[in-house]
């Protein structure tokens, strides 16, 4: 009996940081980095423009795709190169950590 709380109508969902950071959780996986980690996303389909995680001859690394090279920082990767790159997916998060030593923990 009575009137409903005029509060429900101000309800909202509660923010759920995986599924804004993981939109394809089976495909997503993490990376480590030196200033913290990266989410990525191998299903994404990648635009030009993109940062991606991708293995040359090994290596792990970063780059925007482009397409026909790709942009890293330590240059471009073009032309006969790229056929040694396999592209892992597209970068959807990168979380950075802050460590230091004079600043408190909260």
Same mark, same amino acid.
């Given at each position: ?45 990648? *635009? ?15 780059? *925007?795709?482009?397409? *026909? ?31 230091? *030593? ?5």
């Amino acid at each position: 009996m009575g009137f409903p709380s005029p509060a429900q109508d101000y309800v909202e969902m509660r923010l759920d940081l995986n599924e804004i950071f993981m939109p394809n959780r089976n495909s997503t996986f993490r990376i480590e980095t030196a200033t913290g980690f990266m989410l990525v996303d191998g299903v994404t389909r990648i *635009k030009p423009g993109d940062l991606v995680a991708f293995q040359m001859e090994g290596n792990p690394m970063l780059g *925007k795709w482009y397409p *026909k090279h790709l942009m890293t920082e330590d240059g471009l990767i073009e032309g006969e190169q790229l056929e040694d790159v396999i592209v892992l997916g597209a970068v959807t998060v990168e979380v950075l950590t802050l460590d230091e *030593k004079w600043r408190p923990t909260i």
